[in-house]
């Protein structure tokens, strides 16, 4: 009874010591908050949605962020290179930005609701995102208790993701990837870890109002499922999920205006365009390509090669150990999430981990699900089981040896 008293009073205490270091990173970022200049794009769509026109749209924008943001700040953000300048100094430039920030209406939905209880713009992006930190750690702490039986390394694997840098960083970003990161972790957790599989799906299928791109990963869980649990009914539920995800995201391309795949590639890898709606950039096969090539060079950067190489230090050790991976639910979330990462790199050539940090937390879960299941496979599959050396097998006795009754 002591022992377990004990260990009861140090499981409490590690999650009180994870609530103060969650609450830290929540704190700081409230207090030092990341403005970048996609702030200026969402500002303006919801501004337009309130006025009408571009010098409305503009004047209305810039009134907003000049009381919200430091002067030093907005400074940078209205001169720091032409591109900048020319969009602050037409209004018609800020408008044709738009559409590349309102084809997340999920998130501008939430910035407006907000926008109307009274908080400035700036103010409410930076919350969502600490809101969605926290529901981050929460998912972290719970999904690391299921699969980890030693708390205490479930108390370091949590602290260790909670803390890590593109999580940490996104906590304090006025951007929609910590609420994208939220939905799809949370709808990978539901759908690969209970199983919930109809309300991950709900959930997966709102993340597409957060970002787009999230379709990816709609449509390769939409396989996965079918893969698993081959019936009629599961395949003409699961087919409609992924039509209907494929129909919202067609949808909110149409409805917003979206310039296109080709012109977000250039605008974001080849240069800035400040009047998109003017031009039509010359995206050529030949430039693709370097594109992918120069993109492979930011793995360097992401903690992609990190979480890689914590999946292949596992499988050497299990190698070493007489073992091998086995393919169960482990290993097909690990391929499921991987092949959404790489696909997502084909359409937009880059691994920035605020992008895939919701993949990259889910590929840390099922990779642990993955060496665990691997490691106990012997016992369940007779051909893992270690067998003995022939030296060190006893020989039966022959039928003279045996003792005379």
Same mark, same amino acid.
């Given at each position: 009874m002591g022992a377990d008293s004990r260990k009861s009073r140090l499981e409490?205490?590690?999650?009180?010591?994870?609530?103060?270091? /969650?609450?830290?990173?929540?704190?700081?970022?409230?207090?030092? #908050?990341?403005?970048?200049?996609?702030?200026?794009?969402?500002?303006?769509?919801?501004?337009?949605?309130?006025h009408k026109s571009a010098a409305a749209i503009r004047r209305a924008t810039y009134? *907003?962020?000049? +009381?919200? $943001?430091?002067?030093?700040?907005?400074? *940078?953000?209205? @001169?720091?290179? +032409?591109?900048?300048?020319?969009?602050?100094?037409? #209004?018609?430039?800020? /408008?044709?930005?738009?559409?590349?920030? !309102?084809?997340?209406?999920g998130y501008l939905a939430v910035? @407006?609701?907000?926008?109307?209880?009274?908080?400035?713009i700036p103010r409410a992006a930076v919350l969502v995102a600490i809101a969605s930190y926290l529901a981050i750690s929460v998912l972290i702490w719970r999904w690391a208790a299921r699969r980890i039986e030693d708390r205490r390394? !479930?108390?370091?694997? !949590?602290?260790?993701?909670?803390?890590?840098?593109?999580?940490?960083?996104?906590?304090?970003?006025?951007?929609?990837?910590?609420?994208?990161?939220a939905l799809v972790f949370f709808g990978l957790y539901l759908i690969l870890e209970l199983p919930l599989t109809g309300v991950g799906l709900c959930v997966l299928l709102a993340s597409n109002f957060v970002r787009t791109d999230n379709l990816i990963i709609c449509l390769l869980v939409s396989v996965l499922i079918i893969s698993r649990r081959?019936?009629?009914?599961?395949?003409?539920?699961?087919?409609? =999920?992924?039509?209907?995800?494929?129909? /919202?995201?067609?949808?909110?391309?149409?409805?917003?205006?979206? @310039?296109g795949w080709r012109t977000l590639v250039y605008q974001t890898f080849v240069a800035p365009l400040p009047n998109p709606d003017e031009v039509r950039p010359d995206l050529t096969t030949g430039m693709y390509a370097k594109l992918l090539l120069s993109g492979l060079s930011s793995i360097h950067y992401s903690y992609a090669i990190a979480m890689f190489l914590f999946l292949i230090g596992g499988a050497i050790a299990l190698r070493a150990a007489g073992h091998r991976l086995a393919w169960g639910p482990g290993a097909q979330g690990t391929v499921l999430i991987t092949?959404?990462?790489?696909?997502? =790199?084909?359409?937009? #050539?880059?691994?920035?981990?605020?992008?895939?940090?919701g993949h990259y937390l889910a590929f840390v879960f099922?990779?642990?699900? $993955?060496?665990?299941?691997?490691?106990?496979?012997?016992?369940?599959t007779h051909r893992l089981v270690p067998m003995p050396e022939p030296s060190s097998v006893p020989e039966a006795p022959s039928p003279q040896s045996l003792p005379v009754a």
């Open positions: 409490r205490l590690g999650l009180l010591v994870y609530i103060a270091i /969650v609450c830290w990173v929540a704190v700081y970022s409230f207090r030092h #908050p990341s403005y970048n200049w996609d702030l200026i794009g969402y500002v303006a769509a919801i501004e337009s949605i309130d009134d *907003e962020l000049d +009381g919200s $943001l430091p002067p030093d700040q907005l400074h *940078e953000l209205k @001169y720091d290179g +032409g591109y900048r300048q020319a969009v602050f100094e037409h #209004p018609e430039y800020l /408008v044709q930005q738009i559409p590349f920030y !309102s084809i997340k209406p910035l @407006y609701g907000l926008h109307k209880t009274g908080l400035s390394l !479930s108390f370091g694997l !949590s602290t260790l993701l909670a803390l890590a840098r593109p999580l940490a960083l996104t906590a304090g970003l006025t951007t929609p990837d910590a609420l994208s990161s081959r019936s009629w009914k599961i395949l003409f539920r699961t087919s409609a =999920f992924a039509v209907l995800c494929t129909v /919202v995201v067609k949808l909110i391309n149409s409805l917003t205006g979206n @310039y092949a959404s990462m790489l696909l997502h =790199f084909l359409l937009f #050539p880059v691994f920035w981990d605020r992008y895939l940090l099922m990779s642990t699900r $993955l060496l665990k299941e691997s490691a106990t496979a012997h016992v369940m």
